[in-house]
């Protein structure tokens, strides 16, 4: 399903996950549709995109302009095998008695929100083939609340739940919903964040790509409901 020719939706495309993503499905011969909130950050990150790969800017906070330009896009591919809805972000630092309406609101947005719009616009073209794969990003942090991160655990928790339940809804129907719960990754971000810290024990975005692109293919048939902790060896 994921092999050569099929159609794989990335959303976060541009960002230091998508773009591993992005290269793994590649390599295997997949056609993209590469979603990300700003045209610039697309072009910038595929210069060399092939002529049947999509490209699509979209603030996936708005649901009636995500179920548009998605629904579009999916239907000018033609059908869809794979969603890995990986856009999200990530914000700490209030406890949760002093948090801001703000940092709720954000993470909630572009956590939960982002990914509730992705598979609203293509659940039903997954639905009228009767199959397709959906890969979502949680965190390996959420699993339980911490510290100072009580927004962003909440929102990934909500994300992990989700996926539980559109598992249970569309497993009978032939799509398979999981997700990855990915400890720190080992981005140029974190690097400049945390630089006392040391990063060989965090996980390299291709091996978290691996992951998500084996979730994504027929070989991941009888996985379901499936959350993965991704935490490399640190
Ligand atoms: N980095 C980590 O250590 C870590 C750990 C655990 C989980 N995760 C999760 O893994 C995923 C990828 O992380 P990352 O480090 O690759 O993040 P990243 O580099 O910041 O990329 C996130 C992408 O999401 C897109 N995005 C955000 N809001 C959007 C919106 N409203 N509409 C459209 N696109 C939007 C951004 O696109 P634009 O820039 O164009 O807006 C960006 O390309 C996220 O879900 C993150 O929460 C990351």
């Not at 949680?138 to 699993?143: C, N, T, W």
Request: proline share 4%; charged share 15%; aromatic share 4%.
């Amino acid at each position: 399903m994921s092999g050569s020719g099929s159609v794989v939706m990335i959303t976060g495309a541009a960002g230091n996950l998508g773009r591993a993503v992005a290269e793994a499905f590649a390599a295997q011969g997949a056609r993209l549709i590469l979603v990300g909130g700003h045209r610039s950050s697309l072009a910038h990150a595929f210069p060399d995109a092939p002529g049947d790969w999509q490209l699509v800017d979209v603030d996936l906070t708005d649901r009636d302009a995500t179920r548009q330009r998605l629904g579009e896009t999916i239907a000018n591919a033609g059908r869809l095998d794979a969603l890995c809805a990986i856009a999200g972000g990530f914000h700490m630092g209030e406890a949760v008695h002093e948090m801001s309406a703000e940092t709720w609101n954000q993470m909630m947005e572009v956590n939960v929100q982002t990914l509730l719009n992705t598979v609203q616009a293509a659940v039903p073209a997954m639905l009228a083939q009767g199959r397709g794969r959906i890969v979502t990003v949680g965190a390996a942090s959420a699993r339980q609340g911490v510290a100072a991160m009580g927004a962003y655990t909440a929102a990934k928790s909500t994300v992990m739940r989700l996926t539980e339940a559109m598992a249970a809804e569309l497993g009978p129907k032939g799509i398979n919903v999981n997700g990855v719960l990915p400890s720190v990754i080992d981005t140029p971000e974190n690097r400049k964040a945390m630089p006392k810290a040391d990063p060989s024990g965090w996980v390299k975005p291709a091996d978290l790509a691996a992951v998500i692109r084996f979730l994504g293919s027929d070989e991941a048939a009888a996985v379901n409901g499936a959350l993965i902790p991704v935490t490399g060896r640190g």
